[in-house]
């Protein structure tokens, strides 16, 4: 009986693990919006922070490559190019998120971003095969409701992109939905390799629109350079782990939506790290992320090896 009690015990930690990863994750990014607008104030503009922060991550990379030259290249073999659509994905996710966060008015890009779970859903459905219950279309609903609740603002008009951060911001959260679903399909690849190829994605965006913005190093302050530099070493490794894991352990339509409680934790971040004051209408599309998050979690511990149904 005891063998059966850490059987089980084992069972439900192998299950909660990729729900508490996640929510770390949307914690983590819902108070990443302070670095950015820190760098920001120091000098350092959007392409070079996605480009510093990314390369803070290269000393990952090359522990892994160093410690698993031979599997990684073999994993690389197994699945060239769901890899490369994720490494295009990721960057250009990261990249769009970040100038849009900069360039654009930050409710209205949290908005766009945050119809993700909407085609992570469709994504899942229609190529993962993930099979769509009530119970999954619900949680969906109540998540991007508490979302429209928590950002939405007369003034901004109808949810539409109408300039540039708006479409970044749109296409950032496409490049998520997609992102999260080569992690799930690639689930023959370890987290480290796909980590690794995130990140030196996110890396080669960067550096190639760079090239074509025509700001030169010169442009670039030493220390700011130095901080996001920092950043990605220690933030960004931690945030990316903590995603992948999460997602290549659960379906994608449930993961998408717990992390939608970045939200939350941007809200309080923001209350806490500013003068703005979080409104009681953004306390209730709070409080159904959170009744959403809680519902995918709790079907994740119920159903731990449930892949396909929800």
């Excluded at 119970?135 to 939405?152: H, P, T």
């Excluded at 939608?260 to 003068?275: H, K, M, Y």
Aim: glycine share 8%.
């Amino acid at each position: 009986m005891a063998s059966i009690g850490d059987s089980d015990g084992a069972a439900k930690w192998r299950a909660a693990t990729p729900v508490f990863s996640l929510l770390l994750a949307a914690t983590l990014w819902g108070v990443f919006w302070f670095p950015l607008r820190w760098l920001e104030q120091l000098g350092l503009g959007g392409l070079w922070q996605t480009l510093f922060i990314y390369t803070g991550t290269l000393w990952v990379v090359v522990i892994i490559v160093w410690r698993q030259g031979a599997r990684f290249r073999s994993e690389l073999g197994l699945a060239p190019w769901p890899l490369l659509f994720m490494a295009l994905a990721s960057g250009w996710c990261n990249t769009a998120f970040i100038l849009a966060m900069l360039e654009g008015e930050v409710m209205r890009v949290l908005l766009l971003f945050y119809l993700s779970p909407l085609w992570a859903t469709l994504i899942g459905w229609l190529f993962l095969k993930e099979e769509l219950h009530i119970l999954s279309i619900l949680v969906l609903v109540v998540a991007l409701s508490g979302a429209v609740v928590m950002l939405w603002h007369p003034g901004m008009g109808y949810p539409w992109p109408h300039d540039a951060a708006d479409w970044l911001a749109l296409s950032a959260g496409i490049s998520f939905a997609i992102l999260n679903s080569l992690v799930r399909f690639t689930d023959q690849v370890s987290i480290p390799v796909k980590t690794a190829v995130a990140w030196l994605g996110a890396i080669v965006i960067s550096g190639v629109l760079i090239l074509f913005s025509g700001v030169g190093m010169s442009d670039v302050p030493f220390a700011a350079a130095g901080y996001a530099w920092l950043i990605g070493a220690l933030l960004m490794v931690i945030m990316t782990f903590s995603v992948v894991y999460g997602v290549t352990h659960m379906p994608v339509h449930r993961s998408s939506v717990i992390l939608l409680f970045e939200l939350v934790a941007g809200a309080v971040s923001s209350q806490w790290l500013t003068d703005e004051v979080i409104l009681p209408r953004e306390w209730i599309g709070g409080a159904l992320v959170i009744m959403a998050a809680w519902l995918s979690a709790r079907r994740q511990l119920q159903y731990p090896d449930e892949d396909l149904k929800v």
